[in-house]
């Protein structure tokens, strides 16, 4: 399988190469040069599967030669072997014909852990066949540096710093990446906000002899391997659900549009999926793109949704560019519009295809709450405010006799203060997790400067290096 860019000016890669790559060189995302497909009979046979074959069988296409069959099949056992669940992906059911499909089940309570613990074992292993190590560097306001953190954790090619904002994430996010103590990461508790992070990282980017002494690398939600690790927990929820032989929905919270971007890959690939619902917090701007073409950026305001308060949904450029033909040229004009003018414009005609591929939904937080208390009094599930707003969009927007799978993103002890204000219960951490208050942590308080940033990334590199 060979990959190209949706903006059509950086060079054609391989699985392996747009894994390391991340983004294209053009600016542009890397997509699949054809969409695969699985016929009927296929897909029933991947049935009853264990997940972890049965996501080597569904990834199969995308890794093409990159990798033999043995060995996906082997990284994607371990990548899941670490999960508190044996389903991996389990469902459980709110309704006659209503599914939560939980994905939080892995180290860090949230659905990044599906993707990204495979990314790990992708990394070391290509890595080591090309004899190089790389350093990974980002920024979190929290749920993603903790799932990159629990990935790369012990890897022998990989060593990973990761920046938050002193001071300004949750205590349980900000332990759930400090007390992790394996030398090859390295945790920098920034004087600043998110934002001084994230120009940080990108400072320590465009520095390109440091970047090429590091050999510094991302994981950020736009490398095509999360997408492609995240089509496999629908295909097997729709196959437990009787497709391919008949149709379902589902209904996906939404941030960065790459956890739907893979429901409509799975589509792509011949699953039948008939709607894809998008729910959001207030900060809506892809409900208010299928709603009235207007996809501009606002500032983002807090939500009790905290993972889905984006100002741009990155991963919409791999849809927009199929919505436009596949036309690279008409895509980088559209995107660099959007860049320079805050508002991307688009014909009615690309809108029309949008808004007949995605159904939108948007909840605000005193209904998300109202939501989890319904939840509650209904069947006893607690679904943190992510899960909520997903299960609120699915109800709102099912089709009658077409079972719906809500995308259940995070587990409800990771916000246990919106839980108890819905609910008057605050769940308790899963086991494995209970102690997490009393382990020790480290982390490294810096200054916003990057001589002193560059400094402990190369201490964290070297000593794995030495
Ligand atoms: C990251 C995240 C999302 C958003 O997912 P995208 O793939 O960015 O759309 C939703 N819920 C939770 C809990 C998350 O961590």
Not at 223 to 237: E, G, K, L, S, T
Request: charged share 20%; glycine share 6%.
């Amino acid at each position: 399988m060979r990959y190209i860019s949706t903006r059509g000016q950086a060079p054609v890669l391989d699985f392996s190469g747009v894994l390391l790559a991340g983004l294209a060189d053009d600016g542009g995302l890397y997509v699949p040069e054809t969409w695969p497909s699985f016929s009927p009979a296929e897909w029933r046979a991947l049935r009853g599967l264990p997940y972890a074959e049965l996501a080597a069988r569904v990834m199969r296409p995308f890794v093409g030669d990159s990798l033999s069959h043995e060995t996906l099949s082997r990284l994607c056992r371990a990548a899941y072997a670490g999960f508190r669940h044996p389903a991996i992906a389990p469902m459980v059911q709110l309704d006659t014909e209503l599914w939560s499909l939980e994905l939080f089940h892995g180290p860090t309570l949230a659905f990044k852990d599906m993707a990204m613990q495979l990314l790990g074992q992708l990394f070391d292993h290509v890595l080591a066949e090309q004899n190089r190590r790389v350093t990974i560097v980002g920024a979190t306001s929290g749920d993603t540096g903790s799932a990159a953190i629990e990935a790369c954790a012990g890897k022998e090619r990989v060593d990973i710093v990761i920046l938050h904002p002193n001071g300004r994430t949750s205590e349980v996010q900000r332990r759930q990446m400090t007390t992790v103590l394996a030398p090859n990461v390295g945790n920098v508790a920034l004087d600043g906000t998110f934002d001084d992070c994230q120009d940080m990282v990108k400072a320590m980017f465009a520095d390109v002899p440091f970047r090429g002494e590091m050999q510094l690398s991302a994981v950020n939600s736009i490398n095509w391997a999360r997408i492609a690790a995240q089509v496999p927990y629908y295909v097997a929820a729709a196959l437990a659900l009787g497709a391919p032989d008949r149709p379902v929905s589902v209904a996906v919270p939404t941030g960065n549009f790459g956890n739907v971007l893979a429901a409509w890959v799975a589509r792509k690939m011949g699953l039948p999926i008939e709607r894809l619902i998008i729910g959001s917090n207030r900060n809506n701007i892809l409900s208010r793109f299928l709603d009235a073409n207007d996809m501009s950026m606002r500032p983002v305001e807090p939500s009790l949704s905290p993972s889905m308060d984006i100002q741009v949904s990155s991963n919409f450029e791999r849809l927009l560019f199929e919505l436009m033909d596949r036309d690279a040229t008409k895509t980088r004009t559209a995107m660099l519009g959007f860049r320079t003018t805050g508002h991307l414009s688009v014909d009615a005609s690309v809108w029309q295809s949008a808004r007949s591929l995605l159904t939108g939904f948007t909840l605000d937080d005193e209904a998300t709450l109202a939501e989890i208390r319904r939840l509650y009094a209904a069947s006893g599930y607690l679904a943190d405010p992510h899960t909520a707003i997903g299960i609120a969009a699915a109800r709102a927007h099912a089709l009658p006799g077409v079972p719906v799978i809500a995308a259940a993103t995070a587990h409800p002890a990771k916000f246990p203060d919106a839980m108890e204000q819905a609910t008057g219960q605050r769940p308790p951490l899963p086991p494995r997790l209970a102690d997490l208050y009393d382990r020790l942590e480290k982390y490294t308080c810096l200054p916003n400067d990057i001589a002193a940033v560059q400094g402990f990334v190369r201490a964290v590199a070297r000593r794995n290096a030495a």
